[in-house]
């Protein structure tokens, strides 16, 4: 194991120029894995993550929410790299907007919440699924959140989203074994997206049994736990201090 546990194993980490998505993109590539590194603007903060990797990492910029954009990042890796091992599916996209505001869910920010974190990731996880199936260690990690398990989260679109992804996993894992697909879902998460939401952060802080908001390292580590367990897959891998066990 150590240092060269997913040696030979390539990576994608959407969404990983910061937060959860860089955070487990250091972790696999300090245990031997290949990453390609992925956001959507962010591209000198992602080509700096990837410079920073080794194990021949490499920064794609893509907007997951084009379908075409979305398949050439699996086209182009494998056409890198000969192999696709691991789809980490952290990319994803919120606003705040109350949830007793109907108005303030205009039709835009509905249909942005799904055409990333919902369209996004099955156009992802569709392509790569026929490369996945010559692995011998395949799998998929959606990054979810507790908003798709509890009526809670930064906007009524978001919380929708985030449980669709949460069935997605599940049917993919019925249907696409030996693939392992998996999600991880975190309760409020302290990175550069949330820092303004120190109301919610207190919040979090009051109620959960473990009193504070997750970190991305937290997150991190739930992502290999399931990479590493070779008889899981369908889990919905709660991670957020015991906040939904409050609420």
Known sequence: MGQEEFAGRVAIVTGSSSGIGEETARRLAALGATVVVNSASSVEAG???????????????????????????????????GRLDFLVNNAGWTTEVPHHELDELTDDIFRRTFDVNVFGTWWLTKRAIPHLQESDDPNIVNI???????????????????????????????????????????GLVATPWTRGWDAMHAAVAATAPIPRSATAADCAEAVLALLRNKYTTGEIFVVDGGLTLKL
Not at 55 to 78: F, G, K
Not at 152 to 177: H, P, R
């Open 47 to 81: 080509e700096a993550v990837a410079a920073s990797l080794g194990h021949d990492a490499v920064y794609m910029r893509a907007d997951i929410s084009s379908q075409d954009e979305a398949h050439a990042l699996i086209d182009d890796t494998v056409d890198r790299f």
């Open 144 to 186: 979810t959140s507790i908003a798709g398990v509890r009526p809670v989260g930064s906007s009524m679109a978001y919380s929708m989203s985030k449980a669709a992804l949460n069935q997605m996993t599940q049917l993919l894992a019925k249907s696409y074994g030996p693939i392992r697909v998996n999600a991880v879902a975190p």
